[in-house]
């Protein structure tokens, strides 16, 4: 489902940084993000960080399915607010270790600046959380 009302090429351009990210090709993805961008682990996460930068943002895509085996991150859901868009995914793999299948949902709120680009993308563990985080109004907490 998608509530529109940032550009469908924006839309667009994510949904092809989701298929870029599925295929390991963390650096097509920078096409899609701002000068400054920054990307933001779940808080839940036990030690959350924070990447900045060209740099920091192919380690934190490189790192995300690290634990994983055939790890993908599939969106469901666009929920766009003009400056944000709220992505509603379906992350899969299978643990390196253990081999045993992993499949969980996952939010991610991506900021843009008025060109487009992204200046962010912070990760939430629900659809709420990133829904408040991204300023909306009434927006459930969880």
């Known amino acids: 489902m998608i509530i529109a009302t940032v550009s469908e090429e924006n839309l667009e351009r994510l949904r092809k940084g989701y298929a870029d990210f599925n295929r390991g090709d963390y650096e097509a993805i920078f096409e899609l993000l701002h000068e400054g961008f920054f990307v933001r682990d779940r808080e839940e996460l036990p030690d959350p960080g924070v990447y900045e930068g060209p740099d920091g943002a192919l380690s934190a895509f490189a790192s995300a399915g690290s634990d994983f085996e055939d790890y993908s ?3 469901v859901e666009m929920i766009d607010g003009e400056a ?3 992505v509603v995914a379906q992350q899969r793999g299978r643990g390196r270790v253990s081999g045993a299948p992993v ?5 991610h709120l991506w900021r843009l600046a008025p060109d487009g680009r ?3 993308l912070e990760a939430f563990s629900t659809r709420g959380a990133a829904l408040t985080a991204a300023g909306g109004p009434g927006w459930p907490s969880s």
């Open 73 to 75: 991150i599939d969106p």
């Open 103 to 107: 499949e969980g949902e996952i939010c």
């Open 84 to 86: 944000w868009v709220v």
């Open 118 to 120: 992204a200046t962010a």
